[in-house]
């Protein structure tokens, strides 16, 4: 079965601090994963999209790696801010259209 | 840029009754989706779009019907509202299937 599955669950961090999120997925066949932010009451909006080539992409103080022969990928937080506070949404992509598996999230707290 | 709007931003209904969200992109992507949030579970595919004309069945498209008669709207209709649909709908699109989705704000729905 499709799966995607994020931890922790939820984390609470200083301000300033950095923190690693991580994600495992099952889908087969893979064609790209991705990560995405959501603040509350808003849609989600992409950080970077990962093909399978790539082992790390950056975009600002996010920072993803993957690794596909594990299957897993991470996100880094570098000097948190107190608007990083959303929630953290890995998706795979299996490559056909619609199939999208989204995992639960991890919401993130940033406390000053 | 608007990119992509979505109206109502809240609605209630009872159940039995029907009602119609609209979603509009101005980025004149081919593929548009629509997509429910319940707490504790990943964003689940309803419906979705490949272009002007088409539509296809997601993972969760029971008690949902839609239509893209323009390329630029994507609308989502409820026939007989169920408690069940009471969730958060959103609309997203993409240039391509592999490429990144832009979403909308969200629609919250109530159904008593």
């Known amino acids: 079965k499709n799966q995607v599955e994020q931890s922790p669950q939820s984390l609470i961090i200083l301000e300033g601090k950095n923190c690693t999120l991580q994600?495992?997925?099952?889908?087969?066949?893979?064609?790209?994963l991705r990560w995405y932010k959501q603040d509350t009451g808003r849609g989600p909006v992409s950080l970077t999209i990962?093909?399978?080539?790539?082992n790390t992409k950056s975009n600002g103080r996010y920072t993803a790696t993957l690794d596909a022969d594990t299957k897993q990928s991470s996100l880094h937080i570098t000097a948190s801010q107190l608007s990083d506070s959303a929630s953290y949404i890995c998706?795979?992509?299996?490559?056909?259209?619609?199939?999208?598996?989204f995992g639960k999230g991890t919401k993130l707290s940033v406390k000053p | 840029n608007a990119g992509v709007t979505q109206t109502p931003k809240f609605r209630v209904l009872k159940t039995g009754q029907s009602m119609t969200l609209l979603c509009a992109q101005d980025?004149?992507?081919?593929?548009m989706y629509w997509y429910r949030q319940d707490p504790g579970m990943g964003l689940r595919l309803i419906h979705y779009?490949?272009?002007?004309?088409?539509?296809a069945k997601g993972e969760v498209p029971d008690g949902y019907n839609v239509s893209r008669l323009k390329k630029q709207n994507f609308l989502l209709g409820l026939e007989s509202a169920a408690p069940s649909q009471t969730s958060v709908y959103f609309c997203?699109?993409?240039?391509?299937?592999?490429?990144?989705?832009?979403f909308g704000s969200g629609t919250q729905l109530s159904v008593l």
């Open positions: 990962m093909t399978f080539s790539e």
């Open positions: 994600c495992n997925y099952t889908v087969s066949p893979f064609s790209n």
């Open positions: 980025m004149n992507h081919e593929y």
């Open positions: 998706v795979v992509n299996g490559g056909s259209q619609g199939n999208l598996i």
């Open positions: 779009s490949v272009g002007e004309g088409t539509t």
């Open positions: 997203a699109s993409s240039y391509h299937p592999r490429e990144k989705l832009f």
